[in-house]
Nanobody, 123 residues
Framework: QVQLVESGGGLVQAGGSLRLSCAYS????????MGWFRQAPGKEREFVAA????????AYADSVKGRFTISRSNAKNTVYLQMNSLKPEDTAVYYC????????????????WGQGTQVTVSS
C-alpha cells in the first residue's frame, strides 16, 4: 500500500521561503511520477509542479514558475517543493501525489494522495 506524508508547511511572510517534503512508503518509489497540487479556500485544487520518475523532466504552473522548484531523492523516497518569493496568493493546502500512469499536470493519473500540509503567507 502506498502512503504519502507531507511536512514542512507553516506560516511565512510574503517574500519568504518554505520547503515542503513528501515522504513515500510502499512500492518502488522510483516508478512514480510525483506531483504537487494545492487548494486554496473556496477554490478547486490546482496543479503546482511535477517531476518524472528520474527527475529528468519537470513541469510547473505558470503562477509558480521561477519561484518554486520540485526535486526528488529516490534514495530517500522523498519529493520536495522548494518555494521562494512566496506571495499571499500561494496560501493553500499543498498535497503531494503519485502517478504510475505517466507524467501529467492533471489530477486524473495520480492514484495516491497525501493528507496535505497548510501553507499560509501573510502580507
Amino acid at each position: 500500500q502506498v502512503q504519502l506524508v507531507e511536512s514542512g508547511g507553516g506560516l511565512v511572510q510574503a517574500g519568504g521561503s518554505l520547503r515542503l517534503s513528501c515522504a513515500y512508503s510502499g512500492r518502488t518509489f522510483s516508478k512514480y511520477t510525483m506531483g504537487w497540487f494545492r487548494q486554496a479556500p473556496g477554490k478547486e485544487r490546482e496543479f503546482v509542479a511535477a517531476t518524472s520518475w528520474s527527475g529528468g523532466s519537470t513541469a510547473y504552473a505558470d503562477s509558480v514558475k521561477g519561484r518554486f522548484t520540485i526535486s526528488r531523492s529516490n534514495a530517500k523516497n522523498t519529493v520536495y517543493l522548494q518555494m521562494n518569493s512566496l506571495k499571499p496568493e500561494d496560501t493553500a493546502v499543498y498535497y503531494c501525489a503519485a502517478s504510475e500512469r505517466g507524467f501529467s499536470r492533471y489530477e486524473g493519473p495520480y492514484d495516491y494522495w497525501g493528507q496535505g500540509t497548510q501553507v499560509t503567507v501573510s502580507s
